[in-house]
């Protein structure tokens, strides 16, 4: 299973790299190095590098509204550096475990775009559906996945 670490700015020049891939621009979104930065220093947001066994970061996810305390977890971003090779799901995975340790938390939240049937498939492999609490969006799908019984 990948390892998570929480990102610091050494891992911006990574980030970039990885929002940049092709097509991401349409699928993930993508920040400047002003708003990596900023958000770094934000207790709102938190990043994550997903790094494979031998250590080699492999993709980001990046967590959002973290002071809201509403029970919930939003993921804002989540990207690999090699979309296809099979470092995406267990890496999401490794992040929805993270999630549903911290005791507080009772929902994880994301939004997909429409056009990125992929990454729908892979939520939905991993038990997220679509929110009914979520108002309608025409460009994306809202998701969720809730604690899993104890």
Known sequence: ???LRPATEADIPFILAVERGPGYDALVGRFDEAEHRAN????DWLYFIGEDDAGTPRGIA??????????????????VADAGAGFGRPFL????????????????????????????HVYQSL???DDPDAGPDPDSFRMVLSRPAR
């Open 127 to 129: 038990g997220f559906v």
């Open 62 to 79: 990046i967590l959002q509204h973290r002071t809201t305390r509403d029970g919930s977890e939003f993921l804002r971003r989540i990207a």
């Open 40 to 43: 770094l220093a934000d207790s």
């Open 93 to 120: 995975a490794a992040l929805i475990e993270w999630v549903f340790a911290q005791p507080e938390v009772d929902r994880f939240r994301l939004h997909v775009r429409k056009i990125n049937s992929r990454a729908r």
């Open 1 to 3: 299973m990948p390892h």
